[in-house]
Antibody, heavy 119, light 111 residues
C-alpha cells in the first residue's frame, strides 16, 4: 500500500546534527515533489522544505534556511533531511509528505519522527 | 505568529454545519487557488481534506467543502459527526520565495 515511513529522530544536543530519512513505497516516488513538515509539541504545522520530483529545485522555510538540507535518492525511493546547527526550537515531530495532487496539496503523510534538541 | 489566521476554536452539534475561516494576504491566499485543508486527530498525521480551494481527494466525504473569497478561504463541514472532532489547518502556496504557509489551526469540538 501507499506508505511513507520516517526514521532517524532522537535526542540531540544543541549545535549538533541529525539526518532524517523517509522511505516511500506503493507509489511512483520519482514523479512527485516531496516535503518536510514539522510540528512542535502542542503547536501547529510548520512547512520546512520541498524538493522537486527530480531534485532540480529546493526551497526552505526561513527558520531553517542555511542549516537544513533536503535531498532525495529516487533509486532508493528515499527522502532525506540533513539538519545541522540544531536549536531547541527545532524540537518537533517531523513529517515527510508527498504532493502528487499539486503544489501545497500534501496527500500522503508519514507517521512522523520526533526530534528533541536538548542538552 | 502564523502566516494564515484561523479561529482558535469552533464548535457545533451533531448534524449542524460549521465553517472555519482562513485569512491570508494578497501574497498567498488572494493570489493563488492553491489553498488546502487538513484534518488532524490527536497523535495522528494530518489528512488532506480539500485541495486547490474546493477539490476533494478520493475518499473524502462530500460533507467537506471549500471556498475562497479574496484573501479568505473557508472550510465548511455539513452534517457534523462525532468523528469530525479534530484540529483543522489551512495551507496556501505563497510564491517561490516563501513557498507554503500554514494557518495556526482550529480545534473543532462536536458538542
Amino acid at each position: 500500500q501507499v506508505q511513507l515511513v520516517e526514521s532517524g529522530g532522537g535526542v540531540v544536543q544543541p549545535g549538533r546534527s541529525l539526518r532524517l530519512s523517509c522511505a516511500a513505497s506503493g507509489f511512483t516516488f520519482s514523479s512527485y515533489g516531496m516535503h518536510w513538515v514539522r510540528q512542535a509539541p502542542g503547536k501547529g504545522l510548520e512547512w520546512v522544505a520541498v524538493i522537486w520530483y527530480d531534485g532540480s529545485n529546493k526551497y526552505y522555510a526561513d527558520s531553517v534556511k542555511g542549516r537544513f538540507t533536503i535531498s532525495r535518492d529516487n533509486s532508493k525511493n528515499t527522502l532525506y533531511l540533513q539538519m545541522n546547527s540544531l536549536r531547541a526550537e527545532d524540537t518537533a515531530v517531523y513529517y515527510c509528505a508527498s504532493s502528487s495532487l499539486g503544489i501545497g496539496a500534501f496527500d500522503i503523510w508519514g507517521q512522523g519522527t520526533m526530534v528533541t534538541v536538548s542538552s | 505568529q502564523s502566516a494564515l489566521t484561523q479561529p482558535a476554536s469552533v464548535s457545533g452539534s451533531p448534524g449542524q454545519s460549521i465553517t472555519i475561516s482562513c485569512t491570508g494576504t494578497s501574497s498567498d491566499v488572494g493570489s493563488y487557488n492553491l489553498v488546502s485543508w487538513y484534518q488532524q486527530h490527536p497523535g495522528k498525521a494530518p489528512k488532506l481534506m480539500i485541495y486547490e480551494v474546493s477539490k476533494r481527494p478520493s475518499g473524502v466525504s462530500n460533507r467537506f467543502s471549500g471556498s475562497k473569497s479574496g484573501n479568505t478561504a473557508s472550510l465548511t463541514i455539513s452534517g457534523l459527526q462525532a468523528e469530525d472532532e479534530a484540529d483543522y489547518y489551512c495551507c496556501s502556496y505563497a510564491g517561490s520565495s516563501t513557498y507554503v504557509v500554514f494557518g495556526g489551526g482550529t480545534k473543532l469540538t462536536v458538542l
